[in-house]
Antibody, heavy 114, light 107 residues
Framework: EVQLVESGGGLVQPGGSLRLSCAASGFSFSSDYMSWVRQAPGKGLEWISVIYSGGSTYYPDSVKGRFTISGDNSKNTLYLQLNSLRREDTALYYC????????WGQGTTVTVSS | DIQMTQSPSSVSASVGDRVTITCRASQDINSWLAWYQQKPGKAPKLLIYAASSLQSGVPSRFSGRRSGTDFTLTISSLQPEDFATYYCQQANSFPWTFGQGTRVDIK
């Protein structure tokens, strides 16, 4: 079964850091686009990063320079390093597979608050 | 960045109604458009990809169409399980972007 399981969320102070993980099973994540998408409470979906073609990455301006996506092929695990966190980064963070995102994890919650 | 403008933002409908949601791209995205359904407390689910291709396992009452930079998602006969929020998403160029969502609720 193709599955994504996120972990690593939590409560962090403004300016702090966190690393999210996404364990993939049932497929090799290096063979497809892998993204992180977030959803602030009561709000819509926001795409925030992608890794593809063996290591190419892209970010929107809202997180560029603060967030870093990476992957460990040996563990079939995707990561998102979140630095310089702001209150507006509070959200449920999903990892997804594909340009048309056909597989989603259950999400992991990041709360940025003092 | 490509802006995706969805309309309406919400729609009230009854079981059996035909519902159409529109997504307009601010520039040409070819057919690189997907539609998702999200129910409260759940992750989004892919319904349509490449503007008009039905994802495996999705009921045939869902369909997608492209006309230039306008895209539509149609539910031909609304079922109780279809009350949810729907999003479009373009994957033609980075940054990928979502529409703001359309909530379909019970009339």
């Amino acid at each position: 079964e193709v599955q994504l399981v996120e972990s690593g969320g939590g409560l962090v102070q403004p300016g702090g850091s966190l690393r999210l993980s996404c364990a993939a099973s049932g497929f090799s994540f290096s063979s497809d686009y892998m993204s992180w998408v977030r959803q602030a409470p009561g709000k819509g979906l926001e795409w925030i990063s992608v890794i593809y073609s063996g290591g190419s990455t892209y970010y929107p301006d809202s997180v560029k320079g603060r967030f870093t996506i990476s992957g460990d092929n040996s563990k079939n695990t995707l990561y998102l390093q979140l630095n310089s966190l702001r209150r507006e980064d509070t959200a449920l963070y999903y990892c997804t597979k594909g340009a048309a995102m056909d597989v989603w994890g259950q999400g992991t919650t990041v709360t940025v608050s003092s | 960045d490509i802006q995706m403008t969805q309309s309406p933002s919400s729609v009230s409908a009854s079981v059996g109604d035909r519902v159409t949601i529109t997504c307009r791209a601010s520039q040409d995205i070819n057919s690189w458009l997907a539609w998702y359904q999200q129910k409260p407390g759940k992750a989004p689910k892919l319904l349509i990809y490449a503007a008009s291709s039905l994802q495996s396992g999705v009921p045939s009452r869902f369909s997608g169409r492209r006309s230039g930079t306008d895209f539509t998602l149609t539910i031909s006969s609304l079922q109780p399980e279809d009350f949810a929020t729907y999003y479009c998403q373009q994957a033609n160029s980075f940054p990928w972007t979502f529409g703001q969502g359309t909530r379909v609720d019970i009339k």
